[in-house]
């Protein structure tokens, strides 16, 4: 269960990914694929009950062995991709008790449960089908014809997305991980791996998983086959490989980029990177380099 006493202290209203650093704002972006997402990526998703630095704590520090014990957070505020959890792999029936053990174990979570039983039902399966439709293009992607098991990199995008958070904790988090031993922001596979993870979950992973739900949850209407294969038109694996392309190339117009460097690149709205950590943006862009 989440701290207690550090809510008490509000804790949530504390930034403790990127403290000292001015908060920096996104533009609001919408696509054609948001209002039939809404149910899951809003209503029914508890991810956005939890800070962004708890999830990420959480995940770190996740084992089968301590499931059911109780975490005392606050805990790290600075993360790298060096570090031991980020290569850590997590099966589908690990994820499923991360879900039941310790995100519905948050106090406002918690608190919920009893009165929401059926919204509770509707998240823990899309966090199912959001793992399992992310390892499918995954496998695709590396042209693995068995299965693989997803690491929990791959899943520190959901945090990103869908938990509370300042942007400014986003892009610091962002930075953090990707930097090198120079502490300088540069191009990699890992990068590259994570982005990936992260427009799929942001729009072919949803997609996949309101289409399921819908059509065995009694909570939620089906998707008619119209609609599905329109929202999959802009959200297929090619499409999420050739945004990748895009971001490199609009985003690296230099090897290398020191914090301020990097931070610029979001300080503009109208035409900034923040796009990268919004569903809503990641589907824009999505639809606007369709191929």
């Keep these: 269960m989440g701290c207690q006493e550090c809510r008490k202290k509000g804790y949530q209203?504390?930034?403790?990914?990127?403290?000292?650093?001015?908060?920096?704002?996104?533009?609001?972006?919408?696509?054609?694929?948001?209002?039939?997402?809404?149910?899951?990526?809003?209503?029914?998703?508890?991810?956005?009950?939890?800070?962004?630095?708890?999830?990420?704590?959480?995940?770190?520090?996740?084992?089968?062995?301590?499931?059911?014990?109780?975490?005392?957070?606050?805990?790290r505020s600075v993360f790298s991709s060096m570090d031991e959890?980020?290569?850590?792999?997590?099966?589908?029936?690990?994820?499923?008790?991360?879900?039941?053990?310790?995100?519905?174990?948050v106090d406002e979570i918690y608190d919920l449960l009893g009165s929401n039983e059926k919204s509770a039902s509707i998240f823990k399966q899309m966090c199912i089908e959001i793992y399992k439709a992310l390892e499918l293009k995954l496998r695709q992607?590396?042209?693995?014809?068995?299965?693989?098991?997803?690491?929990?990199?791959?899943?520190?995008?959901?945090?990103?997305?869908?938990?509370?958070?300042?942007?400014?904790?986003?892009i610091k988090l962002f930075f953090d991980i990707f930097k090198n031993e120079d502490d300088?922001?540069?191009?990699?596979?890992?990068?590259?791996?994570f982005m990936l993870s992260e427009f799929l979950i942001a729009s072919y992973c949803l997609i996949s998983a309101r289409n399921k739900i819908g059509k065995n949850s009694e909570g939620l209407e089906k998707l008619s086959q119209e609609d599905l294969v329109k929202m999959i038109n802009f959200a297929e694996l090619k499409d999420c490989q050739n945004l990748l392309k895009v971001f490199n190339e609009q985003f690296f117009d230099k090897e290398s980029f020191t914090?301020?460097?990097?931070?610029a690149k979001f300080e503009d709205a109208e035409n900034g990177f923040g796009w990268i950590f919004t569903s809503k943006g990641i589907r824009r862009k999505l639809e606007e380099h369709n191929v």
């Excluded at 300088?184 to 791996?193: A, G, M, Q, R, W």
């Design 184 to 193: 300088d922001f540069v191009k990699s596979e890992e990068l590259e791996n």
């Design 13 to 75: 209203k504390v930034n403790y990914l990127a403290p000292d650093e001015k908060e920096i704002t996104f533009k609001d972006y919408s696509s054609e694929n948001d209002n039939p997402l809404s149910d899951i990526e809003k209503t029914h998703n508890f991810f956005k009950f939890i800070p962004l630095y708890e999830y990420i704590n959480l995940l770190d520090s996740f084992t089968i062995e301590n499931s059911t014990l109780k975490e005392e957070l606050p805990k």
């Design 141 to 170: 992607h590396y042209k693995n014809e068995e299965p693989i098991v997803i690491k929990k990199k791959n899943l520190i995008p959901i945090g990103l997305l869908f938990c509370d958070s300042k942007n400014i904790e986003k």
């Design 85 to 105: 959890f980020f290569q850590k792999e997590m099966s589908v029936e690990e994820f499923q008790s991360f879900i039941e053990n310790k995100i519905f174990n």
């Design 259 to 263: 914090w301020a460097e990097f931070k």
